[in-house]
């Protein structure tokens, strides 16, 4: 944890010296959707979080998922009726907006996923210390920071769509590859971890 508090008191500094402020809006906030996606994220993430430990059918985690699921639909009634929302509706009429929403939604899903779960993979599953972890996690985050540094030209040359689509596909095949023959070697893990970074692509070309 110790080494995210330099990186960030650089980041910070950068942003203070080269982002320029913007403009400010005096429009009135959307109280009563931020208060309400508040509710359901809060109340999703935390029933599943008390299914995965005190099973599905635990009282506690349907009662989360419960009103999770009542106060999206409230959100989204909410969302349909104030002046100024947070999410304005009308957005999701636009089929561009709506591929663009679920890709972006399979690709958080996806990478961020595959990271948190290589992280405890390679900890609890094959007995590596934290900074191991650390350690055998550090080629593909290398990887994807290529793939930061190059996407512009990447995404110029394939165009947005492309540039999604064998981003994605290349993550399905690391998906397979560590699926077939990671597991039982770290360092076939990590090998097979490599070509998910191409899903970071995504990111940048959305």
Known sequence: FLIN??????SLAGVLAYV???PRHRHPFDLAGQALVIVAL?????GFILAGALGAGA??????????????LAFWR???????PMIPPELFRRRQFRAVVTVGAVYNFC???????????FHEALG????????????????IGVIACTSGRMIARLGEWRAMISSLSAGAVGAALLAVFGGDS???TIVFSLPFAMVSLTMQAM
Do not use: H, K, M, W
Not at 129 to 139: C, K
């Open 42 to 46: 809060g109340g999703l993430s935390g």
């Open 128 to 143: 590596l210390s934290p900074f191991d972890t650390g350690l055998a996690l550090l080629p593909l985050t290398l990887a």
């Open 186 to 188: 770290e360092a076939l």
């Open 20 to 22: 320029t402020e913007t």
């Open 78 to 84: 909410v969302e349909r009726l104030v002046a100024l």
């Open 59 to 72: 009282a506690a985690a349907l009662g989360l998922l419960a009103l999770g699921l009542l106060a999206a």
């Open 111 to 121: 990478f961020y996923g595959n990271l948190f779960v290589l992280s405890l993979f």
């Open 5 to 10: 508090l330099p990186i960030a008191a650089f």
